[in-house]
């Protein structure tokens, strides 16, 4: 039976809730984190790319039972198909299995001291005169009112927890991608260590289709595009499978093993991440690159502060929201900058046709692409000005400072 009163309550067991949970614990604070899946990390909605020092800045030691595929860099496609490789030559990230990478999150969670509960379903929050005094929620059936001092709104995507606090998590279309994705089985791939990433209007409009390798002839192959449709009504699905049938020297005699979808906030995190009582953590707080809608290094890093803030707040006895939003300035202090930078960039490359693309297939070596995701844009503005003059208003408009 678990005890009712707690020091924080985390609203959900993905990346950004269960390292939360590890620096609570391990402040010596009780936490209880609530998952509505009947399993941890099931089913996915993700291609399971990590960089390495995503993992190394948590002590992760890696493991194969979720580091399934060391990967060494990324080939990006031009429209025509030209490849440009960022080739790091030693391993520089992981394909997860993120099912298991999410349990593993959550052991050491619990090792420190967390409990969890899965099949909860978070209603919404306990408030007593206006202040936050839990979460109620619904488990197999029983409802169940679990109180707490803070509560940790990690709840993804579909986030509602934050909004019951009155905190604005809403996505709008301009700034939300959405993906959709096979796991697939027999694919001919040249080169299994690599990130295989494809551009052009016809093949993912304002967004790209991914292969990510997992090994033994498995990857993710995935699409992500701006809006629930594209400008000419086409679902991620379709331009998918209009991809995958396109490609049969990589895709004949292929099968998918696995189908899941779901849509990634790419715009900026939100303005409001902390109410009294209550912090937004992760793709709920819109903490995701904008470039590639990576978020799982991101939602962890904000476990992270956001777990320190709550032992900290709860050591002052002061979960007010003027106590709690030191997370939020710790985060902006130290993502902003870079984030902002990015969206400009994400901004730019929605207005590239594919003309310009191949154009810069042409041009862009890897190390520039990888420059460019670094958010460094001096040198490929210069690049414009030489080879494409037309370019230099967008250029001025989303790339100077
Ligand atoms: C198709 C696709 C591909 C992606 N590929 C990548 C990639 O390759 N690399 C990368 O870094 N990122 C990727 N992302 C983004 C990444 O998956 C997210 O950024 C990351 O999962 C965010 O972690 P989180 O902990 O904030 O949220 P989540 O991982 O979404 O976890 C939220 C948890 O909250 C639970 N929950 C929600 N509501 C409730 C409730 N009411 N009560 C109880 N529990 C609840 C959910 O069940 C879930 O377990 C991808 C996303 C998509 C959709």
Same mark, same amino acid.
């Given at each position: 039976m678990?005890?009712?009163?707690?020091?924080?309550?985390?609203?959900?067991?993905?990346?950004?809730?269960?390292?939360?949970?590890?620096?609570?614990?391990?402040?010596?604070?009780?936490?209880?984190?609530?998952?509505?899946?009947?399993?941890?990390?099931?089913?996915?909605?993700?291609?399971?790319?990590?960089?390495?020092?995503?993992?190394?800045s &948590?002590?992760?030691? *890696?493991? $194969? +039972?979720?580091? #399934?595929?060391?990967?060494?860099?990324?080939?990006?496609?031009?429209?025509? @198909?030209?490849?440009?490789?960022?080739?790091?030559?030693?391993?520089?990230?992981?394909?997860?299995?993120?099912?298991?990478?999410?349990?593993?999150?959550?052991?050491?969670?619990?090792?420190?001291?967390?409990?969890?509960?899965?099949?909860?379903?978070?209603?919404?929050?306990?408030?007593?005169?206006?202040?936050?005094?839990?979460?109620?929620?619904?488990?197999?059936?029983d409802?169940?009112?679990?109180?707490?001092?803070?509560v940790?709104?990690?709840?993804?995507?579909?986030?509602?927890?934050?909004?019951?606090?009155?905190?604005?998590?809403?996505?709008?279309?301009?700034d939300?991608?959405?993906?959709?994705?096979?796991?697939?089985?027999?694919?001919?791939?040249?080169?299994?260590?690599?990130?295989?990433?494809? &551009?052009?209007?016809? *093949?993912a $409009? +304002?967004?790209? #289709?991914?292969?990510?390798?997992?090994?033994?002839?498995?990857?993710?192959? @995935?699409?992500?595009?701006?809006?629930?449709?594209?400008?000419?009504?086409?679902?991620?699905?379709?331009y998918?499978?209009?991809?995958?049938?396109?490609?049969?020297?990589?895709?004949?005699?292929?099968?998918?093993?696995?189908?899941?979808?779901?849509?990634?906030?790419?715009?900026?995190?939100?303005?409001?991440?902390?109410?009294?009582?209550?912090?937004?953590?992760?793709?709920?707080?819109?903490?995701?690159?904008?470039?590639?809608g990576?978020?799982i290094?991101?939602?962890?890093?904000?476990?992270?502060?956001?777990?320190?803030?709550?032992?900290?707040?709860?050591?002052?006895?002061?979960?007010?929201?003027?106590?709690?939003?030191?997370?939020?300035?710790?985060?902006?202090?130290?993502?902003?900058?870079?984030?902002?930078?990015?969206?400009?960039l994400?901004?730019?490359?929605?207005?590239?046709?594919?003309?310009?693309?191949?154009?810069?297939?042409?041009?862009?070596?890897?190390k520039?692409?990888?420059?460019?995701?670094?958010?460094?844009?001096?040198?490929?503005?210069?690049?414009?000005?030489?080879?494409?003059?037309?370019?230099?208003?967008?250029?001025?408009?989303?790339?100077?400072?």
């Amino acid at each position: 039976m678990m005890d009712k009163q707690y020091d924080v309550i985390v609203v959900g067991a993905g990346p950004a809730g269960s390292i939360a949970a590890y620096y609570i614990a391990g402040g010596g604070y009780s936490v209880l984190v609530l998952d509505k899946k009947q399993e941890i990390g099931t089913p996915k909605r993700c291609a399971e790319g990590i960089n390495l020092n995503g993992l190394e800045s &948590f002590d992760l030691e *890696i493991n $194969p +039972k979720w580091a #399934v595929n060391g990967i060494t860099g990324a080939v990006c496609y031009s429209p025509s @198909g030209k490849a440009v490789k960022a080739d790091f030559e030693s391993t520089s990230g992981y394909v997860l299995e993120r099912k298991i990478f999410e349990k593993h999150l959550a052991t050491r969670a619990i090792k420190k001291g967390a409990r969890y509960m899965v099949k909860t379903n978070a209603r919404g929050l306990i408030k007593e005169n206006g202040a936050i005094k839990g979460v109620r929620a619904e488990h197999m059936g029983d409802e169940l009112e679990l109180r707490a001092r803070i509560v940790l709104a990690a709840d993804g995507v579909d986030s509602k927890i934050a909004r019951d606090a009155g905190l604005n998590t809403k996505n709008n279309l301009k700034d939300y991608h959405c993906g959709f994705q096979y796991e697939m089985a027999g694919l001919n791939l040249m080169e299994e260590d690599k990130l295989h990433l494809y &551009f052009g209007e016809k *093949i993912a $409009p +304002k967004g790209y #289709v991914w292969i990510f390798p997992k090994g033994d002839s498995v990857a993710n192959v @995935g699409i992500g595009i701006l809006g629930l449709l594209s400008d000419d009504g086409v679902r991620a699905k379709d331009y998918l499978d209009d991809f995958i049938k396109t490609h049969p020297e990589i895709f004949e005699g292929a099968s998918p093993i696995e189908m899941n979808s779901g849509g990634i906030p790419v715009g900026a995190p939100i303005d409001d991440m902390v109410a009294d009582g209550l912090m937004v953590v992760g793709d709920a707080a819109h903490q995701v690159n904008p470039i590639h809608g990576g978020g799982i290094s991101l939602a962890m890093e904000a476990g992270r502060i956001a777990g320190e803030v709550a032992c900290s707040a709860l050591n002052a006895d002061d979960v007010s929201r003027d106590s709690l939003s030191l997370y939020q300035k710790r985060w902006e202090k130290e993502f902003n900058p870079k984030l902002k930078k990015l969206l400009k960039l994400r901004a730019f490359l929605e207005e590239v046709t594919d003309k310009e693309f191949e154009m810069f297939a042409e041009t862009l070596s890897g190390k520039d692409i990888i420059r460019l995701t670094e958010s460094k844009y001096n040198f490929f503005i210069k690049i414009l000005g030489r080879k494409a003059p037309h370019m230099a208003p967008l250029a001025k408009k989303f790339l100077n400072k």
